[in-house]
Structures are given as structure tokens and as C-alpha cells.
């Protein structure tokens, strides 16, 4: 028997779509149902390796968490990485399949759709309960027509839609209604009630607008969503996760300074090192400089490697780095970072751009060439230090080089990653690595911190537990699963 569905959209972006779903996923969960998670199309460089071999969101992978199931490329069939201002690499259930600009992607819209549907029923057919996010903003009409992502995929699927605003920016009644107001009548018709989420203060005072949006809209209150302060240590969806401004630790031990380049992707590695009492992580962005008292500087992944090695070098972060060496410290590359530490970076197929190739920052000794050919697979192993970790790939490109001859690790019986002869920088091809609490210890004791008691991946777990129970106690689940179907 097919799953009963129901699908969350937003008035725009960043309103608590992809964190409502992973809390509803949790506590429908709890109650005994299972659930699956879906979002028709992501746009995001910060993804997850599945079981069978592809790549979603992480929004999907947190949610395929929270809902106690193993990932699948088919809970995000469509997954956008944006590469340039203008385009991005489409990956369809799972797989690269090319490159388009934003003007072509409206194009291969109608040719996605029957292979979102697909992945949809695939999945429906093995759950009691589907929760559908959608993208973006439900009031984008002028993409409305080939739309997969929001009201083209509802009505197409046959799934109700709960809308869902946010009251921490602002407006919150004039967008949900004006929501209303723009969208054609028959889309308008999908939408059977409405969520109002991070609010703060006295709920009373705003239960006055919640009857003035129902009124507006003719949707039914599913609830009111007070701020849940603890999102903050789930993995972010995309950039706008890292915007926040850098807050100084007093008491820590271990100072982490990140550059942060345009096309930033998998910078989840991050949030177990933000975890730790005794890290002091500063990300650092243009304009600003790297600060001289850091125990490492450390270069995370991109998705347009060549472009923000270019923008690495604009802002002058290669001159802070090259002075950070000079006085003893260490640098640590992954995956494009690790590219990045080479003396040189080729792209002959054009992937990133015009073919050709660029000097690197030659850190390491080491050359990378940029192919068609994409890794994606968890692995285990050890580090150069004997310590055991765990983590997954997730690149293009081959890295030798003299400096290979001292790997990071070794992985499947296969080395990875590069050192320098004394051993200060450090490169290597995996993500995850931080959110191993085995190398997060040992890295902390390298960089003069005390090894970590922290279980990273059990704090996750309970922060999501908490969450269903703030679902719990202020939506009306029971109403939202009577709209379901």
C-alpha cells in the first residue's frame, strides 16, 4: 500500500523548511510510522553519499537520520551544484549527468519530471509516511511554469501542501498571504494549512495574527513554532548556515581559522569542530586577514575549485597562509582544499571552466588533474598517526606527486592524501573527518587542546530528539497526518 504524503513549502528560502521536515521525520518516527524523506530538487553543495552509490542533499541525509532509514538517491532525484553565478552541475538520482546555466535547467525541467515522479512512487511504495520539502519560495511564479520543486511537483504527485513562513525575518503575514494572493487558484487549492516558525517571546501576543492569516488565506493554524535554539548544532543546508558572524571562545584552547570562498561545499565538516568547548573556529572572509595566533588554517571543500583558489589568492588569504607556515603552524586541506595546497591545478576538459591550468598555493608537493570521473564512496581506514577514522569521498580529479609517497591515510587498502616532509601540512581527500570523535581527539591533542570526550554523532541524535519533541508539543501533528494522504 502506498504512503500517505505530505508536502512543506516555504514563502521563501531559508525559513525552516529542511529542519520542520527532519523534526516531523524524528517524532513520526517515535509514534511507529515510517518515514521517508523527499525533496524533489535541491539546490546545494553540501551533499552526502548514499548506500547505493549516488549523492542528495544534506538536508535529505539529515532527515533520512532522523527518520531512522538508510539514504537513497531517490530522496532528492534532482540535486543542483552550483558551480559559477550562473550555473551548475545536475545531478539526477544520484549521478552527474552534465552541466547547465540557469537559463538551460528551465529547459530540462519537463524531461526531469517523469524521473522525479519516479524516484517519488519508488519510495512511496516502501513507507507509511512521506514528508515532501519543497524549494525555494512557493510564491516564485515566474518559474512556475515546468516547476518540479514546489506546486508543478504537488499537483503532479497528487500531495498536499503546508506552507510555512518565518517570523524571525519579518512580514510574516503579508508573505503567507500574499502567498495566497499571487499563486493561481489551483495551486492555491493544494495548500491546506500553514506553519509560522521561529517565534520569540510570549506566543499570545501573535495569536491575533494567526487568526488574521487564517482568515487571509482560508488555511488552516497548524501551529506555531517557537525559535529552536538548538538548530544550531545540526548540519546546515547550504551557505546561508555559515553567514553567521564568528563568536570569540574565551576559554579555548585550539584557535581553527577557515577562509571562506565563494563556492564552499560539504562545510558541514565544520560543525563537529564547533562542537568542542575548546576550539575557537574563526571563519574568515574576504577583506578580513587570517589571524596570526591560529594553531591551523584549514581549507575545506569547493565545488569550483580553480575559481576559489582564484578568490583565495584575490583576498590575500595566500599571503596570510604562506606567513602562517613561516612561523611553525599547520595547514589541513580536504578535498578541494587539498588541490588547492599543490603546485598546480589542471583542468584539460573544461570541467570547471575554459580548459587550462593554474599555479596552486605549493604547499605540497603535489600536481592535481580535474577529470569527468567522480568518486563517491564512504570508506575507513587509518591515519598517518595509526589512528583509526572513518569518513566518505566525494571529488573529481587526481592528486600525485612526490608528497603522495607520505600519505594522509590509508583507506581500503588504497593511500590517500599527502604530507610535507616535516609533516605541518597536511592534505587529504576525505570529508567527515571531524565528526570521527577517534581523529577530532587526535587532532585536538596535535593542535596543544586535550582529546575530545565528546560523541558527536550521539549529540546529533539527541538534538533531534529534542526537536521532535518541540514538534510535538507545538503542531498539531495529529492534524497534519489527517491531511496527508
Not at 564568528?246 to 562542537?275: M, Q, T, W, Y
Not at 593554474?358 to 577529470?371: A, K, M, P, Q, Y
Request: charged share 20%; net charge negative; proline share 5%.
Amino acid at each position: 500500500m502506498a504512503a500517505r504524503a505530505l508536502m512543506f513549502q516555504g514563502t521563501g528560502s531559508d525559513v525552516g523548511k529542511s529542519l520542520v521536515v527532519a523534526g516531523l521525520a524524528r517524532a513520526f518516527t517515535l509514534r511507529g510510522l515510517k518515514v521517508l524523506p523527499f525533496k524533489p530538487q535541491n539546490m546545494s553543495n553540501n551533499a552526502a553519499v548514499t548506500a547505493d552509490g549516488g549523492e542528495i542533499g544534506r538536508a535529505q541525509a539529515l532527515q533520512a537520520r532522523a527518520a531512522k532509514v538508510p539514504l537513497s538517491v531517490h530522496m532528492n532525484p534532482v540535486l543542483l551544484k552550483p558551480q559559477s553565478e550562473v550555473g551548475a552541475q545536475v545531478v539526477v538520482q544520484g549521478k552527474v549527468e552534465g552541466n547547465a546555466k540557469a537559463a538551460e535547467y528551465q529547459g530540462l525541467k519537463p524531461k526531469l519530471m517523469p524521473r522525479v515522479l519516479e524516484s517519488f512512487e519508488r519510495l512511496r511504495n516502501q513507507a507509511d509516511l512521506m514528508l515532501v520539502e519543497g524549494a525555494g519560495s512557493a510564491s516564485e511564479i515566474n518559474l512556475r511554469q515546468n516547476d518540479i520543486a514546489n506546486m508543478g511537483f504537488a499537483r503532479a504527485a497528487g500531495v498536499p501542501v503546508v506552507l510555512i513562513g518565518d517570523i524571525d525575518r519579518g512580514g510574516v503575514i503579508a508573505s503567507l498571504a500574499g502567498t495566497k494572493l499571487v499563486l493561481a487558484p489551483e495551486d492555491a487549492a493544494m495548500i491546506c494549512g500553514f506553519i509560522v516558525n521561529r517565534f520569540r517571546g510570549d506566543p499570545t501576543l501573535f495569536a491575533e495574527g494567526m487568526r488574521m492569516i487564517a482568515e487571509l488565506t482560508s488555511w488552516k493554524s497548524m501551529g506555531l513554532l517557537p525559535h529552536f535554539a538548538d538548530a544550531a548544532r545540526l548540519p546546515a543546508e547550504d551557505a546561508l548556515g555559515i553567514a553567521g558572524s564568528h563568536a570569540c571562545n574565551p576559554g579555548a584552547k585550539v584557535r581553527i581559522a577557515v577562509p571562506i570562498l565563494p563556492h564552499i561545499s560539504n562545510f558541514d565538516d565544520l560543525d563537529p569542530l564547533e562542537a568542542e568547548p575548546e576550539v575557537e573556529l574563526v571563519r574568515v572572509r574576504p577583506g578580513q586577514v587570517i589571524p596570526g595566533d591560529c594553531d591551523l588554517v584549514l581549507l575545506v571543500g569547493s565545488k569550483a575549485t580553480i575559481s576559489d583558489l582564484q578568490a583565495l589568492k584575490a583576498a590575500g588569504f595566500d599571503t596570510d597562509i604562506a606567513a602562517h607556515v613561516r612561523r611553525g603552524g599547520r595547514v589541513l586541506g580536504l578535498c578541494g582544499g587539498y588541490q588547492m595546497l599543490g603546485r598546480q591545478i589542471s583542468d584539460p576538459e573544461g570541467m570547471e571552466g575554459p580548459p587550462g591550468s593554474v599555479s596552486g598555493l605549493g604547499l605540497l608537493d603535489v600536481e592535481t588533474v580535474l577529470s569527468a570521473e567522480k568518486r563517491l564512496e564512504a570508506v575507513s581506514g587509518t591515519s598517518f598517526d595509526g589512528v583509526s577514522l572513518a569518513g566518505y569521498e566525494m571529488h573529481v580529479g587526481r592528486t600525485i606527486g612526490p608528497d603522495c609517497a607520505q600519505p594522509f591515510s590509508v583507506v581500503g587498502g588504497n593511500t590517500d592524501g599527502a604530507r610535507s616532509g616535516d609533516g605541518r601540512i597536511c592534505g587529504t581527500y576525505l570529508h567527515g573527518l571531524f565528526a570521527d570523535d577517534r581523529q577530532r581527539s587526535a587532532w585536538l591533542e596535535r593542535l596543544g587542546g586535550v582529546a575530545s570526550d565528546l560523541d558527536y554523532e550521539a549529540g546529533v541524535d539527541e538534538v533531534l530528539d529534542r526537536l521532535a519533541a518541540h514538534m510535538e508539543k507545538h503542531l498539531d501533528l495529529d492534524g497534519l497526518l489527517r491531511f496527508a494522504r
